[in-house]
């Protein structure tokens, strides 16, 4: 229970962006170390380190490796779980630069969850739009994202970048 209590907090801290990520991650490893096989936290640690690495708050190279490390751990130890498919689509997107791989990541963990806001939305942008240049598919996804939360400011905010970088302002 504590472990889940530290992932909900890492999560909550993980959406705030910005400097808040590095306290994620600090919840998210005090939950992997109560329980090391807890899909989830090691999901959400991958997570918390590609965003400081995507956003610049540390070494892109040390942290993508992180990233890495945690979220094929998470996979091992959750195969079913789409949060740690996304995980590992999106590691493998930043740390390797494997499209194909992250794009079956990504594509599993939208199976696994189809309504996965984050799974969704980092697919659209990061893997459709940016990395495969796919742009319009990338749109369809972020929309999909938005009906499928529609009080989500993130899935609003995901949709309005999608169509920026289309350059529908």
Known sequence: ??????????????????????????????AVALDTQYALG???????YTTLGYYSFAAPQPTMSK???AAQRAATLGPASA???HALGMALLMAAWNKSDAEREFVRA???NPRNTQA??????????L?????HEGLAEAKLA????????????????CYCILGQH
Not at 1 to 24: T, V
Not at 42 to 48: I, M, Q, R, V, Y
Not at 131 to 135: D, N
Request: glycine content about 6%.
């Open 146 to 161: 938005m009906e499928s939360d529609r009080r989500s400011s993130y899935a609003h905010a995901i949709c309005s970048l």
């Open 67 to 69: 990233a890495m490390e």
């Open 131 to 135: 990395a495969a240049g796919r742009l």
């Open 83 to 85: 949060e740690a498919h």
């Open 1 to 30: 229970l504590e472990a889940y209590q530290l992932y909900l907090k890492g999560r909550a801290l993980l959406y705030r962006r910005g400097s808040a990520a590095s306290q994620a991650v600090k919840c998210f490893e005090q």
């Open 42 to 48: 090691w999901a959400g640690l991958s997570e918390a």
């Open 110 to 112: 939208l199976e696994l």
């Open 120 to 129: 969704r939305a980092w697919y659209a942008v990061n893997y459709l739009q």
